[in-house]
């Protein structure tokens, strides 16, 4: 209602609106997205934001991490996280996660993929129910670059499994403990923040965000009959055996 006599919102696709710094946190709440019509008296604008607490935080890099959060909503991306009491099943591994990251903010590849960032031949495309065994090197998903981004196997017609190389590169700022081959299964029958995003913990992992969830090399884990093996991680990317 403030901006309309100012602005002409027929011009646009998209729209941000930022309150003020000097409205307290206890009155606005945080930042969402709108993908349904907002009337205007310039017709309906279908994509907008509003900024709430979380776009002024006091951490590196909090600005553009909520309206790049925000815009995935309006690309169609889910959160990742859950809320209380409900525990986190994909803790700190995407922007559409945990958007105050100063560890792991890259897209994960599945989101890359299902918005066309990476191509068919990008990802090595796999299905439980005829799988040989299959070694790949999964390129990390920060780098620029042709070769394999991902391995995903079909677990059923509506659930898959993602395995992916997290470097400290890109956005991402990763101690050696955190980076790895990164395992998750997507459950599509699930909503957004009810956990159909799962990280598959390594031997050992116990932190409640999956910080230490990665896989290191000589790891082994088995998801739902799916038997992942990092065979070795190098410079050019993570060699893994899916049987």
């Avoid at 190098?234 to 893994?240: A, N, Q, T």
Wanted: include cysteine; glycine fraction near 8%.
């Amino acid at each position: 209602s403030a901006s309309d006599p100012t602005v002409d919102f027929s011009k646009f696709d998209v729209a941000y609106f930022l309150s003020p710094k000097s409205i307290p946190w206890s009155s606005i709440a945080y930042g969402p997205a709108f993908v349904n019509d907002l009337k205007t008296q310039d017709g309906v604008l279908r994509n907008a934001s509003f900024s709430g607490a979380d776009a002024y935080q006091n951490f590196p890099g909090a600005g553009w991490k909520w309206i790049s959060h925000e815009t995935g909503h309006l690309f169609g991306l889910h959160d990742l996280y859950t809320v209380d009491p409900q525990p986190a099943t994909y803790g700190s591994w995407d922007l559409m996660s945990l958007n105050w990251s100063t560890a792991a903010i890259e897209l994960n590849a599945w989101n890359r993929y299902i918005q066309g960032w990476l191509t068919d031949n990008q990802v090595k495309c796999l299905d439980k129910s005829n799988l040989s065994a299959t070694e790949v090197v999964v390129s990390p998903i920060e780098r620029v670059e042709t070769g394999i981004k991902a391995v995903t196997i079909k677990l059923s017609d509506t659930k898959i499994l993602v395995i992916e190389s997290r470097r400290s590169e890109g956005l991402d700022v990763l101690s050696p403990s955190q980076a790895g081959t990164l395992v998750y299964t997507v459950d599509m029958t699930v909503m957004s923040m009810q956990g159909g995003w799962n990280i598959q913990r390594r031997t050992g992992s116990t932190a409640l965000d999956f910080t230490d969830a990665a896989l290191k090399s000589g790891d082994k884990i088995i998801v739902e009959g799916v038997t992942i093996e990092v065979l070795s991680q190098d410079s050019k990317g993570d060699k893994v055996r899916v049987s």
